[in-house]
């Protein structure tokens, strides 16, 4: 019996850019992909984490009439949220999904020289730029996500199939 661990991001209420539409409904409409998905097999269970940030208070409204309780996805709340792979074992599965606005950040001098022209991706976090709070650069990510995985990768010698880890971004830097 396996279980799915999924943290599902989704940022409509940005108060410092320009506010989305359709982010929340991209991350409920996964989430019931994924809910159905293992509704349909008698061996894998769906075990979600929701970091919501609705765009207006009839949003919110909407999402906690459905059962949804909002957390909003700070910096600090979305690296919390990973702790909710520890509970991942061997032939888990493990999803992070973030829709929300990307951009980009010079490289800060811990991470100069590994990528061209020393730019690097982010995703834009429920309180980046507010009193100093930062994105959450893609580095950190790989990070997070090596962290989570750390000492469930695959081993033959074992027989153990690990724990499989999907990361899904909808976010772009289009800057309109």
Not at 155 to 163: D, I, L
Request: charged share 20%.
């Amino acid at each position: 019996m396996a279980n799915l661990y999924a943290v599902l991001i989704g940022i409509n209420g940005y108060k410092q850019c320009r506010p989305l539409e359709g982010c929340i409904n991209d991350v409920l409409a996964v989430g019931h992909f994924f809910e159905a998905l293992c509704a349909a097999q008698d061996d894998l269970h769906w075990k979600p984490s929701y970091l919501l940030e609705p765009a207006s208070e009839t949003e919110r409204l909407q999402l906690e009439t459905g059962g949804h309780q909002i957390v909003s996805p700070g910096r600090q709340q979305i690296i919390d949220a990973f702790r909710h792979f520890d509970q991942a074992q061997d032939g888990d599965f493990c999803l992070l999904y973030y829709s929300g606005h990307g951009s980009t950040v010079t490289a800060p001098e811990v991470f100069k020289g590994y990528e061209p022209g020393d730019v690097l991706q982010t995703i834009v976090c429920a309180d980046s730029r507010i009193n100093g709070s930062p994105d959450l650069l893609d580095k950190e990510l790989g990070y997070l996500i090596a962290k989570a995985v750390d000492g469930k990768a695959p081993n033959p010698e074992q027989h153990k199939t690990g724990v499989h880890f999907l990361a899904i971004f909808d976010s772009c830097h289009a800057g309109t």
